[in-house]
């Protein structure tokens, strides 16, 4: 099946670790997202990545970092330097003729 | 910039009522994309539909149906005959053009709906 993956869905993080959330498309999207909602909220973008080896940074990317070494993978990584990380984050791509994002299922982070 | 507004914090309706959703959106650019996407419990987001700016007919969608007004920048998105698998969090979504860089979807906070049985 085509799609998007998110693992794991739920992490806990113990306050000064790094950790890294997984997202996989096999949809050959050229462009991928992170985005982090809070609660009652709407979704921020955190980075994103148009092309193999490039990303740019979105609206709240401070503490966090990306890596878009395959066109399939756009890891994302929390690091200790991300004051308030606990939130849902989602992951979308879409191709380069159209302009619609599809997201993956998420990922639900927990600081304890 | 751009912004995306969903005055409706939450919405409670009983089955079989008709529902609308409302957004309002501001940006600059002449040529835009504005979505709405729902988000059920399970937390993924699904695509519902996605409206240029130069597109302003209606589309109905089976119980679905948007009204796209440039006039007064507004998306709204009725249900009719609701159903309790309706409840949901529904957001509308605003950017713009790819040849501008459409790299970004600005959402709106959301509207949490409630279909009671």
């Known amino acids: 099946d085509g799609g998007i993956t998110q693992s794991p869905k739920y992490l806990f993080r113990k306050e000064g670790q790094n950790v890294t959330l997984s997202c996989e498309q096999n949809l050959n999207h050229d462009a991928m997202y992170w985005y982090r909602q809070d609660p009652g909220q709407g979704l921020r973008l955190i980075y994103y990545s148009q092309i193999v080896n490039d990303f740019q940074k979105g609206d709240i990317a401070e503490g966090y970092s990306v890596s878009r070494e395959k066109k399939e993978s756009f890891p994302l990584t929390v690091t200790s330097a991300q004051k308030n990380p606990t939130a849902f984050y989602l992951c979308?791509?879409?191709?380069?003729?159209?302009?619609?994002?599809?997201f993956g299922p998420g990922t639900r982070l927990t600081v304890l | 910039a751009q912004k995306v507004t969903q005055a409706q914090t939450e919405i409670s309706v009983v089955e079989k009522e008709d529902v609308t959703l409302d957004c309002v959106y501001e940006?600059?650019?002449?040529?835009?994309?504005l979505f709405w996407y729902k988000q059920p419990p399970s937390g993924e987001l699904v695509f519902l539909i996605r409206r240029n700016s130069f597109d302003e007919q209606n589309e109905i969608s089976g119980r679905y149906s948007w009204n796209f007004q440039k006039s007064t920048s507004s998306f709204n998105f009725t249900i009719t005959a609701s159903q309790v698998v309706d409840s949901a969090v529904y957001f509308c979504a605003l950017s713009g053009s790819l040849i501008q860089g459409a790299q970004k979807l600005v959402f709106g906070q959301g509207t949490r709906l409630t279909i009671n049985p």
């Open positions: 940006t600059r650019d002449t040529t835009y994309y």
């Open positions: 979308a791509s879409r191709t380069s003729e159209v302009n619609t994002q599809y």
